[in-house]
């Protein structure tokens, strides 16, 4: 058995990869990290890797981080500048017994040593979309209320469990700023005695619940996948709410070691895609229902033309 599945839609040709790479018998890991490369190389994707969004100073910072279920291992950077492809460091610290997590100037330095590929993400498209943002604020720069980090969690025929994270966070975000999406527990975890979940959304909030360990202890108490993210999302959100008067994004994914997958979100318009042995490369839409339990259906062709065709209009300043 083997399956992985991943946040909105922009995730579905790495799916596509990764779904072709473990039908021959490749490792969760390897598998994962194409998929994520897949989604961070795409210049139109606006979140995350190369043509990501900057912050407040038009510097492109990333964040990545990845887990593998068997042993625990963790690797993660954050606000890194200049490389390509940020999910293989993750991956590569996770090989590391210390030093697990690095960030800033001492994760470019690892990267640099490690000849990872180095790259000026910030593209002219980015730019623009900067440009036209600097415009519509008068006073103060504001963080864009988007915050779309690519998550994954794959499983292979050997049973093992990963899962990982790739972002460009908050447009115009203060310089240094760092998300749930590389802090283990939060933005992703995986155990293969149980599965893995992985999150997206305001990554302040998403913290405050350590959501995705939260979700694979639910699936271990015997949840099914769509039952633990569905109690984790809306036990934060209330709980957010009662003591803060209100809950940023929250959306989150989760495949058990059988296969099976969940998801839920707190918004309207969120998408994920998946593959398993049974289930071809499908991008399905999700409805949150007023108490708070998620449906979701499949994209219509349609709707999936017009996605790409959004993302690549000619951005108008």
């Known amino acids: 058995m083997h399956g992985i599945i991943a946040t909105w839609r922009m995730a579905k040709e790495g799916i596509e990869l990764a779904e072709g790479l473990l039908k021959d018998g490749e ?6 990290e194409a998929a994520i490369r897949a989604v961070e190389d795409f210049p139109y994707y606006k979140s995350v890797g190369y043509g990501g969004l900057p912050n407040e100073e038009q510097v492109v910072e990333l964040d990545a981080g990845y887990m593998d279920g068997d042993t625990m291992s ?12 940020p999910i293989s460091i993750a991956k590569k610290l996770s090989e590391e017994k210390v030093n697990n997590v690095l960030v800033g100037a001492g ?33 103060e720069l504001k963080p864009y209320d988007g915050h779309d980090t690519v998550g994954m969690v794959c499983l292979d025929n050997s049973g093992t469990v990963t899962a990982a994270t790739s972002t460009s966070g908050l447009f115009m975000k203060r310089s240094g700023r760092v998300g749930d999406s ?8 995986a155990d293969s005695e149980v599965g893995g979940a992985t999150a997206t959304g305001l990554g302040e909030d998403l913290m405050k619940g350590c959501i995705s360990y939260e979700i694979v202890r639910l699936m271990k108490e015997g949840l099914t996948p769509q039952e633990a993210c569905e109690k984790a999302v809306n036990d934060l959100d209330k709980k957010l709410k009662e ?17 099976e997958f969940g998801c839920a979100t707190n918004i309207a318009g969120f998408s994920f895609s ?44």
């Not at 490792?27 to 994962?32: D, E, H, L, V």
């Not at 040593?113 to 440009?131: C, G, H, N, Q």
């Not at 929250?250 to 059988?258: D, G, T």
């Open 274 to 317: 998946v593959a398993t042995e049974e289930l071809e490369p499908t991008v399905y839409l999700v409805t949150r229902q007023e108490d708070g339990h998620c449906t979701f259906e499949v994209a219509s062709q349609e709707w999936l033309e017009e996605y790409m065709r959004v993302r690549m209009a000619p951005v108008e300043e």
């Open 74 to 85: 963790v690797g993660a950077i954050g606000a890194i500048k200049d490389f390509a492809n």
């Open 27 to 32: 490792t969760s890991g390897k598998a994962i």
């Open 182 to 189: 590389p802090i283990v527990g939060s933005g992703f975890y």
């Open 107 to 139: 994760a470019e330095k690892y990267a640099h040593e490690f000849k990872f590929e180095e790259k000026e993400m910030l593209t002219d498209r980015a730019k623009a979309f900067y440009r036209k943002k600097k415009k519509e604020l008068s006073q």
């Open 243 to 259: 003591k803060r008067g209100a809950a940023g994004d929250l959306s989150v994914v989760a495949m058990n070691n059988k296969g």
